[in-house]
T-cell receptor
Framework: KNQVEQSPQSLIILEGKNCTLQCNYTVSPFSNLRWYKQDTGRGPVSLTIMTFSENTKSNGRYTATLDADTKQSSLHITASQLSDSASYICVVPANTGNQFYFGTGTSLTVIP | DSGVTQTPKHLITATGQRVTLRCSPRSGDLSVYWYQQSLDQGLQFLIQYYNGEERAKGNILERFSAQQFPDLHSELNLSSLELGDSALYFC?????????????FGPGTRLTVL
């Protein structure tokens, strides 16, 4: 069964600290994996798209890693800011690109 | 601003009613996707259109239908509404079909069924 699981469900960290969010997937065949940031009540915004051949990809203070062998991805946030408070969602499309499997997200709260 | 627009922003209606949600994709994007986000279920893929044709169906109820018009805007029709249909409905668009294309999400329509 195609699934995407994220952990932790929620996370509270101090401003300036780093954190790592996890995503495990069983979607097959694999095409790519996406991380989105979603502020409360707003549409998701793409952070990274990682293909099978990519191990690491950075977008500013966000760094995503992908291990296609173990079917795991992580999103590392460096030097967190209050504006990083949001839900982070991992998405894996089916290889056809016409079906999308969403994780339930990690809710991150950054406190001063 | 993603360039994807959705109307209305908020919608409050009663059970049994029918509503239509509208989405205009980014200029040049041919593919439109609809998603439902409930508090307890996260984002659920509903349906995808490409250049006016339905291309994929996800967890879309039979009471729901959608279409994409020649000008590429799309509408999601929800009928015989139930309390459980209360959710945020997002539209997203991408340039072409295919899994590697980035999707750009609209601001969503918040539907409340009373």
């Amino acid at each position: 069964k195609n699934q995407v699981e994220q952990s932790p469900q929620s996370l509270i960290i101090l401003e300036g600290k780093n954190c790592t969010l996890q995503c495990n997937y069983t979607v097959s065949p694999f095409s790519n994996l996406r991380w989105y940031k979603q502020d409360t009540g707003r549409g998701p915004v793409s952070l990274t798209i990682m293909t099978f051949s990519e191990n690491t990809k950075s977008n500013g203070r966000y760094t995503a890693t992908l291990d296609a062998d173990t079917k795991q991805s992580s999103l590392h946030i460096t030097a967190s800011q209050l504006s990083d408070s949001a839900s982070y969602i991992c998405v894996v499309p089916a290889n056809t690109g016409n079906q999308f499997y969403f994780g339930t997200g990690t809710s991150l709260t950054v406190i001063p | 601003d993603s360039g994807v627009t959705q109307t209305p922003k908020h919608l409050i209606t009663a059970t049994g009613q029918r509503v239509t949600l509208r989405c205009s994709p980014r200029s040049g994007d041919l593919s439109v996707y609809w998603y439902q986000q409930s508090l307890d279920q996260g984002l659920q893929f509903l349906i995808q259109y490409y250049n006016g044709e339905e291309r994929a169906k996800g967890n879309i109820l039979e009471r729901f239908s959608a279409q994409q018009f020649p000008d590429l805007h799309s509408e999601l029709n929800l009928s015989s509404l139930e309390l459980g249909d209360s959710a945020l409905y997002f539209c997203a668009s991408s340039v072409v079909l295919g899994g590697n294309n980035e999707q750009f999400f609209g601001p969503g329509t918040r539907l409340t069924v009373l």
